[in-house]
């Protein structure tokens, strides 16, 4: 069962298209990487080699 995390100010914001698009702190957050490819992913996950660096 996936853990609920209520959304707070920071979190995300609406892109020009539309969507929500998290931030930093959302990931942080959450506590893991999801391995999407996401814009502002803290743990340094690359689509193209499918690693993540964690940043320091």
């Given at each position: 069962?996936?853990?609920?995390?209520?959304?707070?100010?920071?979190?995300?914001y609406?892109?020009?298209?539309?969507?929500?698009?998290?931030?930093?702190?959302?990931?942080?957050?959450?506590?893991?990487?999801?391995?999407?490819?996401?814009?502002?992913?803290?743990?340094?996950?690359?689509k193209?080699?499918?690693?993540?660096?964690?940043?320091?």
């Amino acid at each position: 069962m996936k853990k609920y995390i209520p959304l707070e100010d920071g979190d995300y914001y609406l892109t020009p298209e539309g969507y929500r698009c998290f931030t930093e702190q959302y990931h942080l957050k959450r506590g893991y990487c999801c391995e999407s490819g996401c814009r502002h992913c803290p743990y340094g996950y690359n689509k193209n080699t499918n690693s993540t660096n964690k940043k320091s």
